[in-house]
């Protein structure tokens, strides 16, 4: 039970991290369509987000709520992958971001929703028509920027250099999702690997981009050990709670 | 035989006059052509530059409902900045082009989002006065004379109406909150205020391309009109949540069925037009850095999208 | 007394406000000398803020700490003129704002530590053998950077374009000026201006600068009306405080 | 007749045992100036770099005398990379190549630096146990062989030992303050506990250069008499904060009047040391960043007094 709801919570954290960062994007981006399609996206995730958090507040049973297991966590109470909380740089670096979470996400969703657990069942199978749909998108991207101009693939390129090495943490499981793993809650990741990794090969392929091979994966950030990123983009995101202890707004 | 021919320019007026939609293919006075890319550009820009002062909260909303409100509201906007920019496209305007003119400053963008947003009441104000004020504004163009016009608008209104009570309710959610909230309101209310009732223009007596307007059907009530309107609608309101309207002139006058007020300072109005208001700078670098710095991402979706058309007519 | 509160406050935020952003440069200089002067204007001015709150706080006399008055107000209750919240930018821009405070504080501190209030005129002479310091690296540096190449006039005149419209509002009485310069416990800005002047026009002219003219000055801050930038300044500045209410660090 | 004379090299070796101190215009051997320059470099580059997880948190300090006196040690250390890279200079390396060699990874700085600051309890961590580690690694230096650099960390330790105890007083403090300061006091124990022991380098059968450099007095005890230093300094000051050293294999050990502990991940140490700690790219980036961007600024300084010279000559 403590354990569900620590893989819960750090699916709560891991969607609305990197919703917060998406929505940074709001009013900056490249194009007007695109800057609609990352609000989207950003919309998505926080709603995935407040699913898990309130299922995690229900599993926990102590009267928090969603914004109270939001809000009023320091960093390094905060489950995320490092990934998630990487900044969003250029537009690159956010498609690369997006694109080996959405590999992820949409792998996870797809086992999670024939999973036993029903209300995390629930949530997956509303969740991953959405992650369909990024993955798709975040695709495209990378094909679009690989296949691009010399620019843009010098730029995806360096995105992959600096970004890839969170892509581990994703897939290898913490002591958490181990014993949850052990108890049939969480899905085998190794089981994962070779459909994620197929598509990764499959789009990497199409942008002309070589996989990344042998790269040193960095870890921590489902452990609390976080970049010094997730600090500052905490101070923001919690300052009104912090500020306003227990209001309504 | 002398025939009773109306030339184009009556024929259009005509339909005008009739209440009849003038669409894309119609022939119509460059004048009205002019007036309308300007217009319903500048209404485009708006919306765009309109996403900066509540975006500014995205990241720092107070809960995740709020934060998830505010973020889709601020979506629909870029989604109205589509909507407009293709109805001016209609009109023989390119998309790139009306946005160099906002970009070197030739083209103009509501003044109001000149103004920063500093607490997050501003987000209530926003919505209650600001989106207020430009239901007021645009309501009337949803039976404007041009159809692409008028259709988009329509869609922008049941949005804005939306986004007008979402932004009322933040105001009472804060009005019946913990004090601190309440002024936190009234500070916000303080701040808002004269720039929304500048958002309705000049005087009539200042604003000459009205008559012009009104009769193309493109503008259907004069500045003042709506600003008298505006007052007499936000006023009761104002009450109902207990705040104070910062105009010690503000009156119910009987005589007029209406509320007499304070005369705006358009000495700062004409400032914030001519581009020293405070965030003139900001809003404006803001955008032109987001294009420069997209101006790769748009090239390499253009690339991209020519090598693949190139190898399908290679097949 | 209460308008003398509201003053020394005022100067209270502007030093820290200042104090902060030059702080947010500590290890980021372009010269390791350059990052040693920066954090030493920036302990100064901190310095000089402790000093302002400590004795607003004794003013109020509600027994209220400096560290309750840097940290617990908002945005709107903050009253430093805009140019200090405005963020660092490039070096040049972080020079020309040093130098338009310098030139208003050095003949600031002057006046106020000949002023009949004892404790303003304890802490101005302090304070105005640093002023004086400051106002010699700042103006060195406009000299050099605009009298050094191309690109160093460039950014420079960039600079000043951007900063030279906060400039108005140090010397533009406020309601409690006003109320404090008639009781002669706030010096005449009118009449320190030639002097401000005299320096800025000495300065321009070794950089080899033009003078700005009929720059449209901005204002606000001093009543609480400030730019965008104060908020986002203000939630990393508070959030200890604000997440930790009445600890002691 | 055959006279007793000594070698260039015996002679400098024979200063060294009667400790007097090698200064910058002495002979001495091709090996010994190398590693002193690069000994010196890599600690100036570690104090340098040092600023930055510190500086992480100048901006967040929880009161206004907590900011001074970070902003004060952060300075302090950007001024012992001064004395460094100066006393590296008197060895006839330039600061210019120094930097380089940083940049490009040629040079190394401290690996305590690539973990990150994630609390303001790791501003007493950094303080109280990578200062007090370092000063185990420097005091010693105070006595080594070259004359600029025993003078330059005279300096340096003195104003780590003030830092160090600024750093225990800011353990001291959240231990004794509320129930979540005195856990985000463990929490950050926790994280820094090991990383801190690895300061001290490989163990020293894993440490080939250590016999040279005690030989020449620049360095004086080996890695693992430092380490058990450490640890038995550490142990009973985490006692006297009520924190727990996150090692169960921590134990008083009579016998050799000191502590058993247990042995560190050597795997993590190597592949720190490697590139690969979590913020080695943030720290380098951040540096190299620094350092591009102000080249504007050093090139404009150059070219003005270049002016300055020439206007001078010409008069």
């Not at chain 1, 709520?65 to 670096?93: H, I």
């Not at chain 2, 808002?192 to 391309?209: I, Q, R």
Request: hydrophobic share 40%.
């Amino acid at each position: 039970q403590t354990q569900l709801f620590r893989y819960v919570l750090q699916l709560a954290d891991t969607s609305l991290i990197l919703a917060h960062r998406l929505s940074e994007w709001c009013g900056h981006g490249p194009i007007l369509e695109q800057d609609l399609a990352l609000a989207n996206i950003a919309l998505d995730f926080l709603g995935e987000a407040r699913s898990y958090y309130q299922y995690a507040a229900e599993l926990e049973g102590q009267g928090r709520t969603e914004d109270d297991l939001a809000y009023l966590r320091s960093a390094v109470e905060y489950r995320n992958p490092l990934l998630v909380e990487q900044p969003n740089g250029d537009f690159a670096a956010t498609i690369v971001r997006q694109f080996i979470y959405d590999t992820f996400h949409y792998h996870l969703l797809q086992q999670l929703q024939a999973g036993p657990d029903t209300q995390l069942a629930a949530i997956a199978e509303k969740s991953v028509k959405e992650a369909a749909y990024h993955l798709k998108w975040s695709s495209e991207w990378i094909i679009r920027l690989g296949d691009g101009t010399e620019e843009s693939r010098r730029r995806v390129e360096q995105a992959i250099a600096s970004l890839w090495r969170y892509a581990g943490e994703l897939t290898t499981p913490n002591a958490t999702e181990k014993e949850l793993q052990a108890a049939g809650l969480v899905p085998d990741y190794a089981a994962m690997l070779p459909q994620m990794e197929a598509h990764v090969a499959r789009v990497f392929e199409e942008a002309t981009l070589p996989v990344p091979q042998g790269v040193f994966m960095q870890k921590g950030g489902k452990d609390g050990r976080h970049t010094e990123h997730l600090g500052y983009l905490l101070t923001e995101l919690q300052y009104m709670q912090r500020t306003y202890p227990g209001l309504t707004w | 035989m002398e025939t009773l021919e109306l030339t184009q320019e009556e024929q259009f007026q005509a339909r005008i006059d009739a209440d009849i939609r003038i669409e894309p293919k119609d022939w119509m006075p460059d004048a009205y052509r002019k007036t309308l890319i300007r217009q319903i550009s500048q209404h485009a820009h708006s919306e765009l530059v309109g996403m900066l002062p509540e975006g500014n909260w995205i990241t720092r909303a107070p809960s995740l409902k709020r934060k998830s409100i505010l973020l889709a509201k601020v979506q629909d906007e870029a989604g109205h900045g589509l909507y407009l920019y293709s109805a001016a496209e209609t009109l023989g305007a390119s998309r790139d082009q009306m946005l160099a003119d906002l970009h070197s400053g030739k083209a103009k963008y509501s003044s109001i989002f000149n103004y920063p947003t500093l607490s997050w009441a501003d987000m209530g104000c926003v919505g209650w006065l600001v989106d207020g004020a430009a239901i007021l504004n645009q309501v009337p163009l949803c039976r404007t004379s041009y159809g692409p016009y008028a259709r988009a608008m329509v869609r922008v209104c049941k949005e804005e109406s939306f986004h007008q009570r979402q932004g009322f309710e933040i105001m009472q959610t804060l009005c019946e909150g913990a004090p601190v909230q309440k002024e936190m309101a009234q500070e916000a209310l303080n701040r808002w205020w004269w720039p929304t009732l500048m958002m309705f223009g000049p005087k009539d007596a200042d604003s000459p391309n009205t008559a012009q307007s009104m009769n193309w059907r493109i503008k259907r009530f004069t500045n003042d009109e709506l600003r008298q309107k505006f007052v007499d609608m936000m006023v009761p309101q104002a009450e109902f949540l207990g705040l104070t309207v910062p105009d010690p002139a503000v009156k119910w006058n009987a005589d007029k069925n209406g509320y007499d007020f304070g005369d705006v300072d358009w000495e700062e109005f004409w400032n914030v037009v001519k581009g020293n208001g405070l965030c003139n700078q900001e809003r404006l670098g803001a955008r032109v850095k987001a294009h420069e710095e997209g101006a790769w991402v748009r090239e390499a979706a253009l690339a991209h999208a020519a090598k693949r058309k190139q190898r399908a007519s290679e097949v």
